[in-house]
């Protein structure tokens, strides 16, 4: 099993176990990479590092594009939620459709070493992981509401406010 080459991807990848998720496979270069299911629905999962630049980064996609009719009422969609939303962010790709939630740590010139040896690297990498898959869920149904066309923004967003 290849192991993860930075000291973020380990911690991610430890993250990863920690939930029950097989690490063998999801080990890419600068990266992991999972699928992540629940009673909502199931997708990718990727993780992105790099120690250098002290920067994890983790992205929830959703597998399917916004058809592009419905592009300009998804980018609706991502602002009324991304106002207010404290550890990670709807982002849409106009020009592809694209659908994913993005959430970061930012540890530049932390000595990680040091911050792994005294325990604390793997709670906030933890905590980056679970924000976004957390964040993601919440908003899945109403991206593939919109996407489908089933719902507006507006509707959608009102769904996840009334708990739906």
Avoid: H, K
């Avoid at 009422?73 to 849409?92: I, T, W, Y």
């Amino acid at each position: 099993m290849a192991e993860p080459s930075t000291r973020l991807l380990q911690a991610a990848a430890a993250v990863f176990v920690e939930l029950g998720w097989e690490q063998e496979g999801n080990v890419l270069e600068g990266g992991l990479v999972a699928t992540y299911s629940t009673e909502r629905g199931s997708w990718p999962v990727f993780v992105e590092a790099d120690d250098e630049e002290g920067l994890l980064v983790v992205y929830s996609l959703a597998e399917e594009p916004t058809p592009p009719d419905r592009i300009p009422e998804m980018a609706q969609l991502a602002a009324r939620v991304n106002d207010g939303l404290p550890r990670a962010c709807l982002e849409l790709q106009p020009e592809t459709g694209m659908v994913r939630c993005r959430s970061w740590l930012d540890v530049d010139g932390v000595d990680l070493e040091a911050m792994d040896e005294a325990g604390f690297l793997s709670p906030l990498v933890s905590r980056v992981v679970l924000a976004n898959l957390a964040t993601f869920d919440l908003f899945f149904p109403a991206v593939m509401a919109v996407a489908s066309g089933s719902a507006t923004a507006s509707e959608a967003d009102e769904a996840i406010l009334a708990g739906e």
